[in-house]
């Protein structure tokens, strides 16, 4: 039984020495399988796409990518370097270089870290020939984006990542946030054959499984640079917006808001961080957009809505005449009677008060005015709103504010349900009290009658599909509307947005604004048979529309048609 049990030891100590002696073979003598097992690690890389440029009407690059450069190395691979001379290379201390290898080791000693970042396409050509002597570096390119003018910040805004070691950008604000998916385009993926500690080793499968990368695509911009370089230069000392777009396309040519910013200050390899604190805490508020986010009170130039308002629905027609009564509202001097091309041409307060209150007057049989107003209202509101003031314009940038047209229910909750009556709401005929509209509306309104009776789609991408909006509305009594857009340029107080040569239409506009400076606004199109050009200039607290806005507007026009600007002696 005895030498049983020892036959069985010897044999189960013989196999357990044999598969020793094999697996010690295998291990440490033969280092077939170490590498096989090296080798079968494969390693995924996200390549991302660059992201399309941007270009002004005429094809002029605005925006564009510029490539950068970020230097790591693994901890463990240090030892090989020379620190001091890869500090002086890349110009940073060995101070700093110590400073993020500890923060390296507390990671992983094997995963490479990035000891420099940002490098700039003209800094690396100076020292690329040098990296040689670095063996164990790697060089990872990146691009980011570069503005090569300081116009356009609101329009075209700023890109960001989500984290200082994210690859990819998004579009924050903007055509950036709008387009940001055609922008952006798709990222690939390369499939590589990595050892142990992720040096690649060769191609996984020749490369087959990759997925090809799809870089963004281009933008044409409606917008003409030099028009828009022009305006920015007009506006810079006031707070306000220019807005210009081509009638018969709706394509937006200037959106100027001002204080506006660099946007070169938002790059991502120039202290974003610093600059964009700084930009926000700005009281001037430098990253609105005015020209679509700022609602203002349309003042005069909504009579232009309001004329053809009492047209339309046979309040007044072109025989009407009134004469101007300043004890009932305030208005400047001028000649009486007015009919409604000269009422446009003067921008006679009185006759566009009497025509709403006489639109919302009691029939013969209610002599209820309160009655009759709340009845009645609904006809001023449904007809704004047919020049989508109180819409959105359905623009292609991001937080378009609609503006505000007052409602029944409105006047209810701020009166009382028929407490309310047209004497109390007069004001709304003059573009004052409750209504709100952007200057993009404005310039918009401008457009309609520039067209005589249609807008499209205003845009800013000209490539993108947009719509022919058809007004509801009598084309004859538009005649007459532009006849004193017409009269105000050439008679009226309008005379300051003049252009010789040009048969320049537009209209005034001086915004209340309580205690402070009245607003100055003024809306145009240009020329009068075949119109080019539709603008909206709005000033804050630059006082009498005719004045300040007037002039600004007619030097954009001369700009357009003339590239040269007007000279005006100003007070």
Not at 71 to 86: H, Q, T
Not at 289 to 296: V, W
Request: aromatic share 10%.
């Amino acid at each position: 039984m005895q030498d049983r049990n020892s036959h069985i030891k010897i044999c189960f100590l013989t196999i357990f020495l044999l598969l020793t002696a094999r697996l010690f073979y295998l291990q440490i003598l033969n280092n077939n399988y170490t590498s096989l097992a090296n080798k079968n690690i494969v390693c995924s890389t996200k390549i991302f796409p660059m992201r399309g440029v941007i270009k002004d009407r005429h094809g002029e690059v605005l925006v564009y990518n510029e490539p950068i450069f970020n230097v790591s190395i693994a901890p463990k691979d240090v030892k090989n370097l020379d620190v001091r001379e890869f500090c002086k290379t890349f110009n940073i201390s060995e101070e700093d270089f110590q400073s993020e290898l500890e923060k390296a080791y507390k990671y992983s000693y094997k995963i490479p870290h990035t000891f420099v970042r940002n490098i700039s396409f003209s800094q690396f050509s100076k020292i690329e020939n040098k990296l040689v002597k670095f063996k164990d570096i790697i060089v990872e390119q990146l691009f980011v984006r570069r503005y090569k003018h300081e116009i356009l910040a609101n329009v075209i805004g700023y890109v960001n990542k989500k984290d200082k070691n994210d690859k990819c950008v998004f579009g924050v604000t903007g055509i950036e946030k709008h387009y940001d998916d055609m922008l952006t385009g798709k990222g690939g993926v390369k499939l590589d054959i990595v050892d142990v500690h992720g040096k690649k080793i060769e191609k996984y499968k020749n490369g087959d499984y990759d997925v090809k990368v799809e870089n963004g695509e281009d933008i044409v911009l409606t917008i003409d640079a030099k028009l828009q370089k022009y305006g920015e230069k007009l506006i810079k000392e006031r707070i306000g917006s220019i807005v210009a777009i081509q009638p018969e396309t709706g394509e937006i040519l200037a959106m100027i808001s001002s204080p506006t910013y660099n946007p070169n200050d938002l790059i991502l390899d120039n202290n974003f961080s610093k600059n964009y604190a700084q930009i926000c805490f700005d009281e001037a508020r430098p990253l609105l957009n005015r020209s679509i986010m700022c609602t203002y009170p349309p003042a005069s130039t909504f009579k232009l809505v309001q004329g053809m308002m009492g047209l339309d629905l046979n309040v007044i027609d072109i025989n009407t005449k009134i004469s101007c009564n300043k004890n009932v509202i305030k208005c400047h001097y001028h000649k009486n009677p007015l009919n409604i091309v000269d009422a446009i041409a003067n921008s006679c307060n009185y006759f566009f008060v009497d025509t709403i209150q006489k639109m919302l007057k009691p029939d013969t049989t209610d002599k209820n005015y309160f009655k009759s107003t709340h009845r009645k209202f609904h006809l001023w509101n449904e007809y704004v709103h047919k020049f989508f003031l109180g819409s959105q314009l359905g623009i292609d940038l991001p937080n378009e504010k609609s503006g505000f047209v007052p409602t029944k229910n409105y006047y209810d909750s701020l009166y009382g349900k028929k407490k309310w009556n047209a004497s109390m709401i007069r004001s709304l005929s003059i573009g004052q009290g409750e209504i709100l509209a952007t200057p993009l509306h404005m310039a918009n309104i401008a457009a309609i009658f520039a067209n005589k009776g249609f807008f499209i789609t205003p845009h800013l991408n000209k490539t993108t599909i947009v719509t022919r909006c058809d007004l509801d509305i009598n084309k004859k009594n538009m005649e007459i509307i532009r006849e004193g857009m017409r009269k105000c340029i050439t008679e009226g107080n309008g005379k300051n947005a003049d252009v010789k040569g040009i048969t320049v239409c537009g209209k005034s506009g001086t915004a209340q604004n309580s205690s402070l400076k009245d607003h100055s606004a003024f809306v145009a199109f240009a020329p009068m048979d075949h119109p080019k050009i539709a603008v909206a200039v709005y000033l804050e607290k630059a006082g009498w529309g005719a004045v300040e806005a007037a002039m600004m507007c007619g030097n954009i026009l001369n700009f357009y048609f003339y590239g040269t600007e007007k000279n005006f002696n100003k007070e």
